[in-house]
C-alpha cells in the first residue's frame, strides 16, 4: 500500500482544516490506519487512529474534541477533521497504516505541512 497525504496550509488559530490521505491498494479496508505528527524540534507523536471497520477511534488527550478522524473504505481515504486550531498544532502530518496487524504502522505518507497562525 502507499499512502498519499493532502490538505494541509496555512490556517488561523481558532480555524478549521480537512486533512486526507489517499491510499492504494485492495486491501485498505483491513488495516487500522493513524495520522501522527511532528513539529519543528520535537519528535513525531501519535494524534489519532482508527480501526478497519471506522467502529473504533483514539485520540491523544491534546486533541480530543477537537480533531475527528474518520475513513471511507470505498475510496480508500482516510481523513482527519481538524477544528479550533491553536499555534501548538502546528507540524507537519502523516498518515500511516497498520499493515502488519501489530500497531507497528510499518508504511507512512510524505506529510503535509499544518501551520497554525496565532
Known amino acids: 500500500v502507499q499512502l498519499q497525504a493532502s490538505g494541509g496550509g496555512l490556517v488561523q488559530a481558532g480555524g478549521s482544516l480537512r486533512l486526507s490521505c489517499a491510499a492504494s491498494?485492495?486491501?485498505?479496508?483491513?488495516?487500522?490506519m493513524a495520522w501522527f505528527r511532528q513539529a519543528p524540534g520535537k519528535e513525531r507523536e501519535f494524534v489519532s487512529s482508527?480501526?478497519?471497520?471506522?467502529?473504533?477511534?483514539y485520540y491523544t488527550d491534546s486533541v480530543k474534541g477537537r480533531f475527528t478522524i474518520s475513513r471511507d473504505n470505498a475510496n480508500n481515504t482516510v481523513y482527519l477533521q481538524m477544528t479550533s486550531l491553536k499555534f501548538e498544532d502546528t507540524a507537519v502530518y502523516y498518515c500511516?497504516?497498520?499493515?502488519?496487524?501489530?500497531?507497528?504502522?510499518?508504511?507512512w505518507g510524505q506529510g503535509t505541512q499544518v501551520t497554525v497562525s496565532s
Open positions: 500511516a497504516a497498520d499493515v502488519r496487524g501489530d500497531n507497528s504502522y510499518a508504511v
Open positions: 482508527i480501526t478497519w471497520s471506522g467502529r473504533n477511534t
Open positions: 491498494g485492495r486491501t485498505f479496508g483491513s488495516y487500522r
